[in-house]
């Protein structure tokens, strides 16, 4: 385990409780039915929401077809592709509205192997998020491109510096939330998608005060599909952190400002 984020580490958190695996999907017909077969296998005592943006390639019918032989498996059908981001706050309302503890945060492809998931569940224990993490001690990458390795160190570096977050994959998509943890951040405020949604939360849940653990994954490329990386998401990402960090350096200014005048009043 690489190391921990957070301000209240002695706090005790209870079980775990109910997990509910969210995997969003959009023309994902061909990995969806191995990717749960994989989660079901790896952590049978978890639930699995499939959402799915209106894939033209008829994922909802392959997902509905897998939820009709295993009732731990539920489909959300949503009404057209809005991004990840999107996907995922409403996994997690759907979560909140049943009463689950914790939710998981995998993506369809493959490239976030199931079996890793009972490490991050057992991490998250002792953590409000857990993070499987492709850049800590003990990760692993396989097959990606020379472009998309020094694209990704980057952009984390990049996120690390300028929010001031020590978390080496604030873009990892691997995660664990308790809900709790959830209920701590506005996610109402949340408007951002792709590696910028993943920042985002991550960034949330630090000022929140959230402990934040980070896990060493097998990250694998994905093997049947089409990638939705795009120019226009590392665009959106870079942009976003960038906004953020002006914004926190303006309440951390304001805020020294005022603590500096409260104390002239004090101590003239």
Same mark, same amino acid.
């Given at each position: 385990m690489s190391g921990a984020?957070?301000?209240?580490?002695?706090?005790?958190?209870?079980?775990?409780?109910?997990?509910?695996?969210?995997?969003?999907?959009?023309?994902?017909?061909?990995?969806?039915?191995?990717?749960?077969?994989?989660?079901?296998?790896?952590?049978?005592?978890?639930?699995?929401?499939i959402a799915d943006?209106?894939?033209?390639?008829?994922?909802?019918?392959v997902a509905d077809a897998i939820a009709a032989t295993d009732a731990r498996v539920r489909v959300l059908h949503r009404p057209g592709k809005e991004g990840l981001g999107a996907a995922y706050l409403a996994g997690f309302g759907w979560a909140r509205e049943r009463g689950y503890d914790a939710v998981v945060e995998m993506d369809a492809d493959g490239s976030h192997a199931p079996e890793d998931l009972p490490r991050l569940?057992?991490?998250?224990?002792? +953590? !409000?998020?857990?993070? &499987?993490? %492709?850049?800590? *001690?003990?990760a692993k990458v396989v097959d990606w491109p020379l472009r998309r390795?020094?694209?990704?160190?980057?952009?984390n570096?990049?996120?690390?510096?300028?929010?001031?977050?020590?978390? +080496? !994959?604030?873009?990892? &998509?691997? %995660?664990?939330? *308790?809900?709790?943890?959830?209920?701590?951040?506005?996610?109402?405020?949340?408007?951002?998608?792709?590696?910028?949604?993943?920042?985002?939360?991550?960034?949330?849940?630090?000022?929140?005060?959230?402990?934040?653990v980070e896990v060493p994954i097998t990250f694998a490329e994905r093997e049947r599909g089409a990638s939705k990386m795009s120019p226009l998401i590392v665009a959106e990402a870079l942009w976003r952190i960038s906004v953020w960090a002006v914004q926190d350096r303006r309440v951390a200014w304001r805020r020294g400002v005022r603590g500096t005048r409260a104390g002239q009043a004090r101590w003239p």
């Open positions: 984020v957070g301000v209240r580490p002695q706090v005790r958190r209870p079980g775990l409780g109910r997990v509910l695996v969210v995997i969003p999907t959009y023309n994902e017909a061909d990995n969806v039915s191995p990717i749960v077969a994989r989660v079901r296998a790896a952590a049978p005592d978890v639930d699995v929401l943006d209106n894939s033209p390639d008829g994922t909802g019918a569940l057992a991490a998250a224990g002792d +953590a !409000d998020v857990v993070i &499987g993490s %492709r850049w800590c *001690r003990g390795l020094l694209l990704s160190r980057c952009g570096l990049y996120a690390r510096v300028a929010l001031g977050m020590p978390v +080496a !994959d604030a873009t990892g &998509g691997y %995660r664990v939330y *308790r809900l709790a943890a959830l209920d701590a951040v506005d996610l109402g405020s949340v408007c951002s998608q792709g590696y910028s949604f993943q920042v985002e939360l991550s960034r949330l849940a630090h000022r929140a005060g959230a402990r934040i």
